[in-house]
């Protein structure tokens, strides 16, 4: 593991997405039309917004991820350049549009998301074999599940046999093998995943230790439950516990989990302690619900370390 003084090396295999965001008065319900304030795009998608979180909070970064030869191809490839993340595993596929998210915000903050992932379903374990040494090098691996779950099972395979910490956030939630559990160090949910992979209902502090338990019970060495307003439960060999969020002014709540993995993947692959790394996420997520967008809310570490967040 690296020391403090030694940016870690952050493998992230997952989607990267055009975000086509509507801001709205409210979030609409079903069957309902309603006009929008504005629309803009943004660079998004899980699996990039935690590599940019991830480089941002203060690792190095490397990206395994399949992106269209379109305009949004080329944006996306651009945004992760710029932020000096390691593209050498990122393809663009020829025939293929770069995946989207359409994305409605409420004024409240709060959002829905679709994603059509295009060019991200044609991630391959032959895409993931191509990057063997690098994810048996790194500090951490982080993978979702926006990319087909045989690319992210073969690349928390090769990092359980080479020793390399798995932080897991399966979101869009669906089923997993028994074997996958007991591969994974760090799995990152929401009350809706811990709800689907457990089939408790998950809808506060008390449920979410419930689900926690229930995930430990699968074989997970360790398990996160983002409650949003209400922090985290996290539970593992150490004991567990629940950690309130800090108090913000909400604009939009998007990118806010990838947020908090990114961070928590950072610290805690800096060696800081697992209660350590949980409030530099949630510091690192505080600051990004201030702000609009997916990848231009996430903070730098400056930022995190300098208590920016506007207080209530």
């Known amino acids: 593991m690296s020391s403090s003084a030694v940016a870690p090396l952050v493998v992230v295999v997952g989607s990267a997405n055009m975000d ?25 998608g899980k699996g990039a917004n935690q590599a940019v979180a991830a480089a941002r909070l203060g690792a ?16 996306l490839s651009d945004a992760l350049h710029r932020e000096r ?17 359409s994305i409605t915000v409420g004024r409240d903050g709060a959002n829905t998301i679709v994603v059509a ?5 044609c991630l391959t374990t032959a895409h993931v074999d ?3 040494d690098l994810i048996a090098r790194a500090d951490m691996l ?6 087909p779950l045989a690319a992210v099972e073969r690349a928390i395979g090769i990092a359980a ?53 229930a995930l430990l019970g699968k074989g997970v060495r360790n398990v996160l439950v983002t409650l949003g307003a209400q922090g985290v439960i996290w539970a593992g060999a150490q004991g567990s516990g629940h950690m309130a969020a800090p108090t913000v002014r909400v604009v939009d709540t998007t990118a806010a989990g990838d947020t908090f993995a990114g ?33 231009t809310s996430i903070p730098y570490r400056a930022e995190v370390e300098e208590d920016s967040v506007s207080k209530v």
């Open 20 to 44: 086509l965001v509507v801001h709205a008065p409210r979030l609409p319900s079903r069957g309902e039309t309603l006009l929008g304030d504005c629309f803009e795009t943004v660079n998004g």
């Open 60 to 75: 190095n970064v490397a990206m395994v991820a399949c992106v269209g030869t379109d305009t949004f191809g080329r944006s």
């Open 85 to 101: 993340i390691d593209l050498a595993h990122v393809h663009m596929i020829e025939g293929q549009p770069s995946g989207i998210a």
């Open 117 to 121: 992932p295009g060019a991200n379903a």
């Open 130 to 132: 191509a990057a063997a």
């Open 142 to 147: 982080i993978c979702q599940l926006e990319v």
């Open 161 to 213: 046999r080479s020793g390399t910490p798995v932080l897991l956030n399966p979101a869009p939630a669906q089923p997993l093998r028994d074997a996958l559990y007991r591969q994974i160090d760090y799995l990152l949910v929401n009350e809706t995943e811990a709800a689907l992979l457990t089939d408790i209902p998950v809808n506060g502090v008390p449920c979410a230790r419930f689900a926690a338990d």
């Open 263 to 295: 961070g928590f993947a950072v610290e805690r692959a800096r060696g800081a302690s697992l209660q350590q790394s949980i409030a530099f996420a949630q510091r690192a997520a505080a600051v990004s619900v201030t702000r609009a967008g997916a990848q």
